[in-house]
Each structure stands twice: as structure tokens, then as C-alpha cells.
């Protein structure tokens, strides 16, 4: 009994749909606002981390079919088609977990994220989708030539700010 077993999988997942349905069907109206504030907060963290888990399901989908196997040209339009969403989110997901996600070697052996410090304050629910996007902004507009050691630095340093910081700010 494994963390890839298909039953044990299964099972949590259930468990998981089964919580979340006991959770909705909840009266929040009696609560504090003190309480309310403190269970949004939770909340947040929760759907944050959430993300991580995305990225491993889609990382894990792309190694053992591509898109065309599947009918489609490509992963976001998988995604697009599957979950019935926007193709610029669609894009942005599948974005996101080419940098946020597992990947492989050639030789299939398994590799961190691209970007390790991001993919670990986001499974942690620390920072959110949005401190994400200014990340992969600022990213974007880094040249080619700069070294691996100030890129690394770079993102500790926007990781470290996206912990205490708005996208706003941080931007």
C-alpha cells in the first residue's frame, strides 16, 4: 500500500468529495465574524495548495499520453474541452505546470519543478495563482544571458516577497 496505489487513491478521494460535501451543506450563519474571517483564511490556504496537486495530476497525464493520443492538438485544449473552461485559463494551467509541476529527464529520471521555491510556497498555500502570474510576468522578461545563480536568486527573493505581499505589491 503505496501513495501510487490506485485503491489508496480512491479511497482518500472519496473521502475528500465526501468532506468537501459536508463542508458546503454547513450553517455559517450563526459564527462570528472573528470565525468567519479565520475559516476564509483557511479556506484560501486550502484552494492555494490545491493547485500543487493540479500540477501533479497534469504532469503525470502528459508523461503517459500526449494530447493527439487523446484526440486533441494539444494539452489546453484537453483541458479546455475537459473541463469546460476558457482556453487563456486552460493555457495557464498547463503553463503553470510546466513550471509549477514534476517533470522527467530524457532518460526518465524524475526532476523537481523549474521553479522548486514557487511550486513549494504554493503547495503550502502560502502564496496564490495570482502572485504566480507576476512571477511567470517577471520571468518572461528576464534575458536569456543571465546566469542560473541570479535567476535562483531571483526567484527566492520573489518568493520570500509573495509570502508577506498583494500581487499588487509584489508586482
Known amino acids: 500500500m503505496g ?3 490506485a485503491a489508496v487513491i480512491e479511497e482518500a478521494y472519496a473521502e475528500y468529495e465526501a468532506a468537501a460535501a459536508r463542508i458546503a451543506a454547513l450553517d455559517y450563519t450563526g459564527l462570528d465574524v472573528r470565525t468567519l474571517l479565520e475559516l476564509m483564511s483557511r479556506r484560501e490556504t486550502v484552494k492555494c495548495a490545491r493547485e500543487s496537486v493540479d500540477h501533479q495530476l497534469r504532469a503525470a497525464g ?10 486533441a492538438k494539444d494539452w489546453p485544449e484537453v483541458l479546455y474541452v475537459r473541463h469546460r473552461i476558457s482556453r487563456e485559463e486552460a493555457r495557464r494551467r498547463v503553463r503553470d505546470c510546466d513550471n509549477l509541476g514534476p517533470r522527467s529527464a530524457i532518460t526518465g529520471e524524475p ?49 520570500a516577497a509573495a509570502r508577506y505581499q498583494t500581487p499588487e505589491e509584489l508586482r
Do not use: R, Y
Open 62 to 71: 502528459q508523461t503517459q499520453a500526449t494530447a493527439k493520443e487523446i484526440g
Open 3 to 5: 501513495l501510487t496505489d
Open 111 to 159: 526532476l523537481g519543478p523549474v521553479w522548486e521555491l514557487v511550486a513549494q510556497a504554493l503547495a503550502e498555500g502560502a502564496i496564490n495563482g495570482e502572485h504566480v502570474a507576476v512571477i511567470t510576468n517577471f520571468f518572461a522578461k528576464v534575458p536569456l544571458w543571465v546566469d542560473p545563480t541570479t535567476l535562483s536568486q531571483c526567484e527566492a527573493d520573489l518568493v
